[in-house]
């Protein structure tokens, strides 16, 4: 009997082991990915090991404990219904795989509860484990409602364009355009969709919008949701479209850099610096003393051939000689010497020149007198030659 209970222990005991690995090998077949947990259930303050495999090689994941899911339906309260803050991120290794730790926390919402592990970035992906956290509330899920049921049927898609004031900081917006169609037995009368838009890591933020209209069963419908973002908004966005509480598809949207507002702040600092220094210099300007300018200067009109050319009186070397011991004698001044003028032309008139004086002219210079008018008559010339005779 011995023998046989312990050959009964080693078979369970190689069923446990064996059942995880052949999970995981049908996970990995069906080519989804999957999560093990090292424990079904721990208490605050503990933590377990989540091991993965199947993802996308290097790919960024978020873990999470949520409340008021289990994987069938899904995480019914979106990450609202998760401990965002006690959540850890892992990225995939080249295969595919990941195992790391994760604290054990409370969820805002009551279990059941599973651990939710899901893509960052990249095409979406996710997978749910069922977990137990010791000491917290449990309570039944809520009713899933019968009748009519929107399942997303094509690819959603952008549309619109970037206009001139977006380049300038406006806020981008487009229409997220997709097609439903009610997979249920019930119409489904102006349904009530969230639209939500993350940022890199960060999670998104969603915002309800209503959709005017009914759908019948069997039939389909094409919807238009506005989207927009902030003002000055660029770089990798994401909009997710929720209907029910499940995540219906995921659009990335790539927004460019507003390059209108660079300019702006650059031509910015050109300019305030230039108006200041303008009017800087022009207070100082006003404020600096005038310089008194006294008299006007006169400009005195120099004319070269108007000048009074006058001769200047010539010194005889000889009277600067004086002998050593005698004293010296005053100098006296010679009368100059006047210019003989040039005979005149008989067609010549009797102009002004500044070495002649109003009483000898040209006409008078002729006639061999250059000084006062004398008596040259013949009868003067006798008496003056018999007087010298006698």
Known sequence: MSVKVRMAALGAALALVLVPAVGTAAVA?????????????????????????GWRPKALLMMLICGQSVPSRGVIGGTNSCANADGRAVTTDAKGDFSKRLPVAEPPKPCPCVVHVATVTGEKAE???????AGHSVEPLPKEESGGRLSVLTDTRLDGSDGL???????????LVFTVGNVGT??????????????????????????????????????KLPVELSA??????????????????????GVGRPWGVTVFWILLCLVVPAAVFRAGMAVVDRVRPRRSTGRARRRVLRLPGLALRLPRPALSPASDDTAPGRPAAPKTRKAPKRRTAPPASS????????????????????????????????????????????
């Open 186 to 223: 019930a119409p489904v009368k102006n349904p009530l969709f969230q639209v939500g838009t993350s940022h890199g890591v960060f999670a998104p933020q969603w915002e309800e919008q209503q959709w005017r209209g009914t759908i019948a069963p069997g039939r389909k419908a094409q919807i």
């Open 29 to 53: 077949a069906d080519g989804k990915p999957g999560v093990r947990l090292s424990a079904s259930q721990a208490g605050t303050g503990g933590s377990i090991t989540v091991t993965g495999s």
């Open 127 to 133: 997978a749910d484990a069922i977990f137990m956290v």
């Open 232 to 253: 000055g908004a660029h770089g990798d966005y994401s909009v997710s479209l929720k209907y029910g509480g499940k995540v219906l598809a995921e659009q990335p949207w």
């Open 347 to 390: 067609n010549s008139t009797n102009p002004t020149l500044p070495w002649f004086t109003p009483d000898n002219g040209p006409e008078t210079a002729a006639n061999g007198q250059l000084s006062a008018p004398q008596d040259n008559s013949p009868t003067t010339r006798t008496s003056q030659t018999r007087k010298g005779h006698t």
């Open 165 to 175: 004031l977006t380049w300038f900081g406006s806020p981008p917006s487009r229409t």
